[in-house]
């Protein structure tokens, strides 16, 4: 995009400020500490993966070689190897020695939070307190889970509250296991119920505990499709309801608004938002189009640099 600055300047800033009733501040910080830190998640680049072109081990490599030296992995590119110290060993080698940081793991496919019984919901726990281990070993701070639930999806809000309290409990026990590893339990808009923000919001605080947090992102908020209607929320209003619990944030360059349709992100109308909350932590880079995967994260991660240098005047 020519003249990157330029337009963002002219078409975002102040949107940011009069939509969500934001004051017109400064995010100045000392020159030191940046806004906000860029990482990558591992998603971006799963056709490569899937399709063999690349191998997990050279991931951080791979980022640091495309000027990102934070990486966001996903389970499913070493599925068998979480309690495989030699393989973790080797991934917190290969990314200690390019001076890359491993800031989480993404965790798919060890079982539905919300599992229709509580045995099925038991085991889900279970499942998952070795990513939690692997996590912690690699030098991570949070596992990213999902909250996906047995009862469908329904507008119905008692049914929602059902859906809310079968899987509650499985998220504290994940936390209380945590809690001892030092590590986060967050849950990303991945779908379903979790793609309401204020229903992910209440799954959080009626949690209680501490190691509860959310993985706003900024491209998950289509609740439901069907052969009738798409159901979606704002993708604003979805993370500025989210990130007062925020541990993470994942970034998509579409956005969802209230009526089934999709728009290009306006990076610093997004970004005022998050930084609004005090966040100054990372945002991962989850996006990486076919067949130019890389020039595509490269592109992204320029945006964001620029968005970065905007807001800090």
Not at 83 to 101: I, Q, S
Not at 120 to 148: D, M
Not at 291 to 306: A, C, G, K, P, Q
């Amino acid at each position: 995009m020519k003249n990157r600055r330029e337009f963002i300047k002219q078409t975002g800033i102040t949107a940011a400020a009069l939509g969500f009733g934001l004051p017109q501040m400064s995010f100045a910080m000392p020159s030191q500490d940046p806004l906000f830190k860029i990482s990558l998640a591992e998603w971006s680049v799963n056709r490569l993966l899937f399709g063999k072109k690349m191998d997990h081990l050279d991931f951080a490599a791979m980022s640091k070689k495309h000027g990102i030296d934070a990486v966001e992995y996903v389970n499913q590119f070493f599925m068998d190897k979480a309690k495989d110290m030699n393989y973790l060993r080797e991934m917190k080698t290969r990314a200690e020695g390019e001076g890359v940081t491993s800031v989480l793991i993404m965790v798919d496919r060890e079982g539905m939070l919300g599992a229709a019984t509580s045995e099925e919901r038991k085991q889900t726990v279970e499942n998952h307190k070795k990513w939690v281990e692997a996590a912690k070993f690699l030098g991570c701070h949070s596992i990213r889970i999902n909250a996906y639930t047995a009862v469908p999806w329904s507008e119905d809000p008692k049914i929602a509250k059902e859906a809310l309290n079968v899987t509650s409990s499985g998220l504290r026990q994940m936390c209380e296991f945590a809690h001892d590893f030092d590590i986060n339990v967050i849950i990303e808009n991945h779908g379903g119920y979790s793609s309401d923000a204020k229903w992910l919001a209440q799954l959080i605080k009626e949690t209680e505990h501490p190691r509860a947090g959310t993985l706003p992102d900024f491209g998950n908020f289509q609740i439901h499709r069907d052969d009738k209607r798409v159901v979606s929320y704002d993708s604003y209003r979805g993370v500025d309801e989210l990130m007062p619990k925020a541990k993470g944030v994942s970034l998509k360059p579409t956005v969802w608004d209230d009526r089934g349709g999709q728009h290009a992100l306006d990076y610093s109308r997004m970004m005022k938002i998050v930084l609004a909350h005090g966040y100054h932590g990372y945002v991962g880079i989850e996006h990486g189009e076919k067949d130019r995967e890389w020039e595509s994260i490269v592109e992204i991660r320029n945006t964001l640099r620029d968005t970065m240098e905007v807001l800090k005047g």
